[in-house]
């Protein structure tokens, strides 16, 4: 377990915050949009019923300190545009997964380079995590080149059990 309290994320553009139920909405359509999700396997929240249940297991999550889940949004707009996360924390806590999805609209405008440079400083600097890994679907060209414009470095030969089509990149805390 995780010994941080959740903390907001403030960037020049970027409050990455809270996750609440009146994001369902947002939450319904980024896990079950096909476009957003096509590199994806996860379950879907086409229902108000699962994304209020996908918000509840988040919020769980998050007081017990087993992952951390930001909702992005702009600065003066309370709107939800995406999410990231850092989750899957190995048993001594020097390692966690990042996850992230964005909102079609806002895609290709730098907010996802902007939210993972705030939670890629967090990881390193307030939980002293000395690896952060991300596994992305091989064809996923945008997340692939995020990952790599950011000093994640594709690791060859390692691969998601879960998932044959997913590629690993990790980026080393320095």
């Not at 990042?98 to 967090?122: A, R």
């Not at 952060?132 to 091989?138: G, P, S, V």
């Amino acid at each position: 377990m995780n010994k941080y309290k959740f903390q907001e994320i403030q960037t020049e553009r970027l409050l990455l915050t809270h996750l609440n139920d009146a994001d369902w909405a947002t939450i319904s359509y980024l896990r079950s949009d096909k476009e957003i999700n096509q590199f994806i396997k996860r379950p879907n929240a086409d229902t108000k019923e699962k994304a209020l249940e996908f918000i509840a297991k988040i919020k769980s999550g998050i007081e017990q300190h087993s992952l951390y889940y930001w909702k992005i949004t702009q600065n003066k707009f309370p709107e939800m545009i995406g999410s990231i996360c850092l989750w899957n924390f190995s048993e001594d806590q020097k390692t966690a997964e990042i996850g992230y999805d964005l909102s079609l609209k806002y895609q290709k405008q730098g907010f996802m380079n902007e939210s993972l440079q705030g939670v890629i400083n967090f990881g390193f600097h307030t939980l002293n995590l000395n690896l952060i890994e991300a596994y992305t679907h091989k064809d996923n060209l945008g997340s692939r080149k995020l990952l790599e414009r950011n000093g994640f470095v594709y690791i060859e030969g390692k691969k998601d059990t879960d998932n044959e089509d997913t590629v690993v990149y990790e980026l080393k805390n320095r």
